[in-house]
């Protein structure tokens, strides 16, 4: 999606996709990566998740890309923090503690910095992509990160053509087309997710599932 999208949606509120717990799965998959206390964890396209606080708790330091300003900050706010800014190439850093939290175009990272990180955790990023983007994606921003680097990914899959993304449907075909090339890829778990999702009941969807990923770059 262009960047206006998103920043409309910030800007209006139309925010469905916060959850406003830790993401269930993350808690459940994330030790089977089994990346180390003080491991670096990439959260792209964070918005304000919880997810990285949780993560943070989990002693790693986390580096987080949001387009959106006004969720950066109520990332912070929210945790009354009080974060050090500062702009750079990448962005603007926002710093707490472990958490780094740049505002700024997620392509826009550098291999200097991806390269540094032992893990990422993707649950609203692929998924916000319409096709032509998450190819693009996984072929620039995650081809910067090292070998060795371990990931947790999180999708939807549903009938496309019975709902308008985002969120997008990414099949797992297309999860091992995309990631085939560098990375290793294992299904953790599907379950159906329909009966608790009702803006996608009442939006005439017939199927919903979520599926989570082990990713291994070689």
């Not at 910095?113 to 955790?121: E, F, I, K, P, Q």
């Not at 294992?186 to 979520?210: N, W, Y």
Request: glycine residues 8%; proline residues 5%; hydrophobic residues 45%.
């Amino acid at each position: 999606m262009e960047s206006d999208f998103w920043l409309q949606r910030w800007n209006e509120g139309r925010i469905g996709f916060h959850l406003d717990q830790v993401m269930p799965l993350l808690r459940k998959h994330w030790a089977s990566l089994g990346v180390p206390a003080g491991g670096r964890v990439f959260v792209p396209l964070a918005g304000k998740t919880l997810d990285m606080h949780w993560l943070a708790a989990q002693g790693h330091e986390v580096l987080g890309a949001e387009l959106s300003p006004l969720a950066v900050q109520a990332f912070f706010a929210e945790a009354g923090l009080q974060p050090a800014i500062h702009a750079d190439a990448e962005g603007v850093h926002h710093r707490a503690g472990t958490l780094d939290l740049v505002a700024g175009d997620v392509f826009a990272l550098s291999a200097d910095l991806l390269g540094t990180m032992d893990a990422v955790y993707d649950r609203a990023a692929l998924v916000a992509l319409p096709a032509e983007m998450r190819r693009r994606y996984v072929a620039e921003v995650y081809a910067r990160l090292p070998r060795g680097c371990r990931g947790l990914l999180v999708t939807l899959e549903y009938p496309q053509a019975e709902i308008e993304g985002p969120p997008f449907s990414v099949e797992e075909a297309e999860v091992r087309d995309l990631f085939a090339r560098d990375w290793e890829v294992e299904l953790l778990e599907r379950r159906d997710i329909l009966a608790q999702e009702p803006r996608f009941r009442e939006g005439g969807a017939s199927a919903l599932t979520t599926a989570v990923y082990n990713l291994r770059r070689r």
